[in-house]
């Protein structure tokens, strides 16, 4: 059971260059969300997806688009990569709760980011 | 801003002893989450308090919810070194699914 898996888990780019982050969750889960976490700090919300065909702002939106692709796949694309842009990228998904919003997240393991 | 807010920053103690971190937030929200990451690693789920409940329990885990003072309790008892880890809160905000994660408290639990 493979649960949130993220590609790539390592890359370095140089300021200016392009590049996708890919997630996909085989756990049929309606929400999807983007984090960032940067040393020492906790998550910010980058994006999410509170199901297939939408998706809205989080906390850190500039400099980063996302794509929900289907169900199972929400991409994370940053367009112009910046030094600012340097960090640790999670990847979540979740069911919706009978109580309101979601229930637990389930994270991918991580995608470190350099940008030189 | 960041929603939750987590007290202490970090702590150490020994082992054995009882592990209390505590998370404030700013609005009303569905239910509030705690989680661990363990160095280098994803986070980990370990208990999610919907917003009409004040207590719950899970293992040496008990979570304790004030939404009146928009605050929550994380208490791991007898803790032992394999605990060491940071230590999340994340709460919902009603009326969305948007889930914003507190600045942790890194927990050293010491053998």
């Known amino acids: 059971n493979a649960g949130v898996t993220q590609t790539p888990k390592f890359q370095v780019l140089k300021t200016g260059q392009s590049m996708t982050l890919q997630c996909a969750q085989d756990m049929n889960h309606n929400s999807m969300y983007w984090y960032r976490q940067d040393p020492g700090m906790g998550l910010r919300l980058i994006y999410y997806s509170a199901s297939e065909g939408t998706t809205d702002k989080g906390e850190v939106p500039n400099g980063y688009n996302v794509s929900r692709l289907n169900k199972r796949e929400f991409s994370l694309r940053l367009e112009s990569a910046a030094p600012s842009q340097t960090s640790v990228y999670f990847c979540?998904?979740?069911?919706?709760?009978?109580?309101?919003?979601?229930?637990?997240?389930?994270f991918g393991e991580g995608s470190r980011l350099t940008v030189l | 801003s960041q929603q939750g807010e987590e007290d202490p920053q970090a702590l150490s103690i020994q082992e054995g002893e009882n592990a209390t971190m505590n998370c404030s937030y700013k609005?009303?929200?569905?239910?509030l989450q705690w989680y661990r990451q363990n160095s280098g690693r994803g986070l980990v789920h370990l208990i999610l308090?919907?917003?009409?409940?004040r207590e719950k329990h899970s293992g040496r885990l008990r979570v304790t919810l004030d939404t009146s003072k928009k605050s929550s309790s994380l208490l791991i008892t007898a803790s032992r070194a394999a605990d060491t880890a940071s230590y999340f809160c994340?709460?919902?905000?009603?009326?969305?699914?948007?889930?914003?994660f507190g600045t942790g408290t890194r927990l050293k639990v010491l053998a």
């Open positions: 979540a998904s979740s069911v919706l709760s009978t109580g309101g919003g979601t229930g637990e997240l389930f």
């Open positions: 609005t009303s929200i569905n239910n």
């Open positions: 994340a709460t919902g905000s009603s009326g969305t699914y948007k889930y914003i």
């Open positions: 308090i919907r917003s009409n409940e």
